[in-house]
């Protein structure tokens, strides 16, 4: 049975790299994290606050939505983005986006989430590149961004740009 999993990217490059390449990619010592994505799985895509240099005036997003294309697997060469090192990586079939630093504001909706159990402290469970999703949490995420995403060939340009 295929799960859903938020993918939190915490950097504008980053970002553009995801979207235009339409691959994810995870950190190192997040391997036991990153396998637990496969093949088949929805992706629910998730820009932090910090994504776009900054944190005071940016809201974390729920801004896209994929489905996991191929299995996690080890780079030949590692992947710098920035400063980070990502030696895995999976491929995405993107199939919709919000428009450039828009979607729905996750914490608006932390209080109804089940992955939240603590919503006073549900930005701890976010300092990962991955977090699976209770069913209803998925069905209630991805139905509430849904009125926001643009197929995927008609968002993709500004992303590319960035």
């Known amino acids: ?95 919709a986006l919000a428009d450039w630093r828009r979607g729905i504001v996750l914490s608006d909706l932390v209080p109804r989430l089940e992955v939240f159990p603590d919503p006073s402290a549900w930005s701890v469970r976010m300092r990962r590149a991955v977090l699976t999703l209770p069913i209803t949490d998925a069905k209630l995420l991805r139905t509430t961004v849904a009125p926001l995403l643009r197929p995927y060939s008609e968002a993709v340009d500004v992303y590319r740009q960035a």
């Open 1 to 95: 049975m295929s799960e859903t999993h938020l993918m939190i990217i915490s950097n504008r490059d980053a970002l553009s790299w995801v979207v235009t390449e339409q691959r994810m990619a995870f950190p190192a010592g997040r391997s036991r994290l990153a396998r637990s994505v496969r093949e088949g799985d929805e992706v629910l895509l998730y820009t932090t606050r910090g994504c776009f240099g900054n944190p005071t005036r940016d809201r974390g997003r729920l801004m896209g939505r994929a489905t996991v294309s191929s299995p996690v697997h080890v780079l030949p060469e590692p992947l710098h983005l920035g400063e980070r090192v990502f030696p895995e990586e999976c491929s995405l079939d993107i199939h």
